[in-house]
T-cell receptor
Framework: GAVVSQHPSWVICKSGTSVKIECRSL??????MFWYRQFPKQSLMLMAT?????????EQGVEKDKFLINHASLTLSTLTVTSAHPEDSSFYIC???????????FGDGTRLSIL | KQEVTQIPAALSVPEGENLVLNCSFT??????LQWFRQDPGKGLTSLLL?????REQTSGRLNASLDKSSGRSTLYIAASQPGDSATYLC????????????FGTGTLLAVQP
């Protein structure tokens, strides 16, 4: 149980393109989803927290107009990297939890490469 | 500021050795602490979760301890195997409505056959 699916697993696109990443909870209702970013050989940095039906809460230094997060249902959250540039290339991982203070379940990540 | 650090950053051991990975956190008001494993280019696999009221958790060859007063946790791996090679991350969970994980810097483990 508690499976989180993230899609796509890898995307390569040209600079200026907008890229959407999906995070789905397959067998539970995710009231809260989290988006993380990981640079090579570095740890995960929380980008934003999203609760179903409300606006995402972004961490300090994360541009909300650059990284659009939508959590319209209890099983799906999306992260859209708008007008992506090479510096946005990174590994993005989502997680989901059904209840406050319950363990987060992680997706397999999306490797984004901007040329 | 809530920070989590891990020592060592990298570790190489021969197969069969027992080893200890260290994690320290600056804010002792944690809700719980988790240890994860990450294989190259992959997501996270949860290994152990220790509630703030607990002192240790065990799963197979893995044992994690928690000392809130000193702000430390350790992950003990017994009889290491080449398949244990991965990056190990600890994360401090701070409670309340945010359920926020603060990740450590990770330890890259290589177990040599």
């Amino acid at each position: 149980g508690a499976v989180v699916s993230q899609h796509p697993s890898w995307v390569i696109c040209k600079s200026g393109t907008s890229v959407k990443i999906e995070c789905r909870s397959l067998d539970f209702q995710a009231t809260t989803m989290f988006w993380y970013r990981q640079f090579p050989k570095q740890s995960l940095m929380l980008m934003a927290t999203s609760n179903e039906g409300s606006k995402a809460t972004y961490e300090q230094g994360v541009e909300k107009d650059k990284f659009l997060i939508n959590h319209a249902s209890l099983t799906l959250s999306t992260l859209t990297v708008t007008s992506a540039h090479p510096e946005d290339s990174s590994f993005y991982i989502c997680s989901a939890t059904g209840q406050v203070n319950q363990p987060q379940h992680f997706g397999d990540g999306t490797r984004l490469s901007i040329l | 500021k809530q920070e989590v650090t891990q020592i060592p950053a990298a570790l190489s051991v021969p197969e069969g050795e027992n080893l200890v990975l260290n994690c320290s956190f600056t804010d002792s008001a944690i809700y719980n602490l988790q240890w994860f494993r990450q294989d190259p280019g992959k997501g996270l696999t949860s290994l152990l979760l220790i509630q703030s009221s607990q002192r240790e958790q065990t799963s197979g060859r893995l044992n994690a301890s928690l000392d809130k007063s000193s702000g430390r946790s350790t992950l003990y791996i017994a009889a290491s195997q080449p398949g244990d090679s991965a990056t190990y991350l600890c994360a401090a969970v701070y409670g309340g409505a945010t359920n926020k994980l603060i990740f450590g810097t990770g330890t890259l483990l290589a177990v040599q056959p």
